[in-house]
């Protein structure tokens, strides 16, 4: 062989050395190897491979990876460590194990996920590794399942059938034998039940529960999202019953029992649509110049007594639903739009939180108790706004009176260190077959925060009654609503977005945050980057949640805050009213345990809710966009993935999501930390915040997503970025190359086709 047609071996590198040794010990649990024999086996000859090799070994075997079990002889150290969590799976079919018994998330490839599904709680077995690696684990066994039943779209063939599910609930197809079918048609959207999943098998097996419909039909959509969400469709037939039986009429014991506030002008606020009233105020002027307002709040746990049906089925419920187009009850409507109703002109039991205040609205005197109530009128937020702004109407004395101690509240609440978010609520205008026709933002104003900034007051006075003890005394156990602090990292991304726009946050302690943070919210306002600010803001708080743990509300800035004053829509409310009673009766404190099993199940339903509500939106949304085809619109990029980014439309807020693979000239790179994503040649930036011209390009109903592609960009968006600004995670090859900061030229339609083929391929 001659000189040129040698080759010289490229040198084996350390990681190349570890995964070679991982996977010989790995295929000989139990054999026993000297460094000779792991030498000759790998094909390392040269002095510096064996050097290395002997290094390596070293340090798996001080990594607990092995066992030196002679001196120079080596084996494989088993040491199976069991850990449970719950799966949280990714949409690359990926998991994560989250697990309080490891300080990290257990990695799990999609190889070793054995069938366990997203939200399952199972058994992982923890894989050996070194120090500087992440923990990885194999799902060895499922110890309950999250979900069984999913929904999506039913693909016949001549001998069988597959649902395709919807979204990324399952990253499977169902397969469905002919006779199991139950008359779904091919092209229906159906639910489905998983009754075996063979262990050799990829696909799980399945049975149609139920025939939901043709895919874009209003009524089919929004039960596939209820179906999705496992919220149920109606009351069961007992529940119905038990709610019959309940008599309107009001016992004259029971009145008798009561502080009677019939006399006292009384009235509710509510939105125009609203059909179940469970807040009232009552208010009048007492002899030494205060004012007295009552926080009425009906009865429920009068009504749904302890463990029995009703009560059984508002647990399971935990919240009332709002999907855009319909409301699911967490009480049947005999109670909720009926007997508990608040509704002018008729005797109502409440639960009441009673407050005196002086000229600036100091609370000089409460009391909390039962109640009998009738309400003098029925107001919309629309007709209470229109009096406070100089309109004439019923009781517009006590409506202003009530609306300066509210703004008196509300002014000390953020003197206190309260945090003001007031974001803009998207609505839809929908025709007869539930259509959107229009798109409208609700904003709250004065009237809202009237009755908001009472509802507040009760239930931070209500918590303070339970919660707030004398030193050496120990507080019966009671439902908070609690807030942590946000996350030091994220608010420090956060504040490093911001200031792209010239907005500064202070974090160096609750109240300068807070201060600065309501600051923010305030300069924002009216701006093209207000919701996206108000959004990630949001995303940086912690989510609230139910708790017999009090840690305070961070964003309310209340040390002791509970949930009293929504009982028909909201299980912990009716806890409350139910332990709150207990304690004023001198009762015993019920078992923690007990009450903090029922806050998370709260908690997790809270959520369940959030997320259905979420996607009758985003539904209503594509529906909207679906004749606006080859439209192009201004927006704002609101999210940024490795897979593209998210833009949300100006006029009407609808999001839509740019590929990766889409964009031209360059091969582009995700750049967590930044919030963007950056071109690895010429540099181009598109990062959050950024305003872009785009196309509506694809309105996939049945995924419920919107497809944009980009068609330009205004003058201040970013072009590049410093060398400075590129995270820890933008790859060196990104740095390299830059050439100042023009914009990009626009390239041939075969170099812009091979950077598509690229991102493909990438993602």
Known sequence: MGRKEKKRKKDISKKEIYQALYDLFDLNPDMEFTHKQIAERLGLKNIGAQQLLVTVLRE?????????????????????????????????GTAYLITDECKEDVFIPQAWLNHALNGDKVKVLLSARSRRRRPEGEVVEILERKKETFVGTIQCS??????????????????????????AKNGEKAIVKITT???????????????????????????????????PVKFPTNVEKAADKIAEEIPSEEIKK???????????????????????????????GNIEVGVHIADVSYYVEENSTLDKEAYNRATSVYLVDRTIPMLPERLSNGVCSLRPDEEKLCFSAVFELNTNAEVQNQWFGRTIIRSNRRFTYEEAQAMIEGGEGDYKQEILLLNDLAQKLRAARFENGAIDF?????????????????????????ANK??????????????????????????????????????????????RFISRFGYRLRTTTPRNLSTSM?????????????????????????????????????????????????????????????????????????????????????????????????????????????????????????????????????????????????????????????????????????????????????????????????????ENTKVSLTDEELSPSTPKSSRRGRKGNSPIKKNTKESSSNNKKKNKKRK
């Open 60 to 92: 798996m075997k001080n990594d607990r990876l092995l066992t030196e079990i002679a001196p120079g002889k080596f084996q494989y150290k088993e040491n199976k460590t069991y850990v449970t969590g719950v799966i949280d799976l990714t949409s690359r």
């Open 158 to 183: 001549q001998h069988y059938a597959f649902l395709i599910p919807t979204g990324k609930q399952l990253p499977y197809d169902i397969f469905i034998p002919l006779s199991a079918l139950n008359g």
């Open 197 to 231: 999943w063979p262990e050799n098998q990829k696909n799980p097996e399945g049975k149609v529960l139920e025939v939901l419909g043709q895919p874009g039909d209003n009524d089919t959509e929004m039960n596939a999202i209820m179906a999705e969400y496992e919220l």
């Open 258 to 288: 009561r502080k009677d506030f019939r006399d006292i002008t009384t009235f509710t606020i509510d939105p125009k649509d609203a059909k179940d009233f469970d807040d009232a105020l009552s208010v009048r002027r007492l002899e030494n």
């Open 422 to 446: 007031d974001r803009i609520e998207v609505r839809f205008e929908i025709d007869e077959k539930g259509k959107p026709t229009g798109v409208y933002f609700k904003r709250s104003k004065e």
């Open 450 to 495: 009237l009755i908001e900034e009472f509802m507040l007051l009760a239930n931070k006075k209500v918590a303070e009654r339970i919660g707030k003890v004398k030193e050496g005394q120990r507080a019966k156990t009671f439902v908070y609503r609690i807030h942590e602090q946000p996350n030091e990292d994220k608010l420090e991304d956060f504040s």
């Open 518 to 714: 309501n600051k923010l919210m305030s300069d924002v306002k009216d701006r093209p980057e207000q919701n996206l600010i108000e959004t990630l803001a949001i995303r940086t708080m912690a989510k609230a949640a139910y708790s017999t743990v009090n840690i305070g509300h961070y964003g309310l800035a209340f040390d002791y805050y509970s949930h009293f004053t929504s009982p028909i829509r909201r299980y912990p409310d009716v806890m409350t009213h139910r332990l709150l009673q207990r304690y004023l009766d001198n009762g015993r404190s019920v078992n923690a345990d007990k009450y903090e099993e029922k806050c998370k199940h709260c908690s997790e339903m809270e959520q369940i809710a959030a997320n259905a509500e979420r996607a009758s939106i985003k539904y209503k949304q594509v529906e909207f966009m679906a004749d606006k085809l080859g439209e192009t619109f201004m927006g704002t990029i609101s999210g940024v993935t490795q897979w593209g980014f998210y833009v949300e439309l100006n006029d009407t807020k609808c999001e839509g999501m740019v590929s990766i693979s889409e964009l031209e000239g360059d091969y582009y790179e995700f750049d967590e930390k930044n919030y963007c994503i950056v071109g690895r040649h010429h540099r181009k930036v598109y990062q959050l915040g950024d305003q872009v011209c785009i196309r509506v390009a694809k309105a996939n109903l049945v995924a419920r997503q919107l497809d944009f592609t980009l068609v330009g960009e205004s």
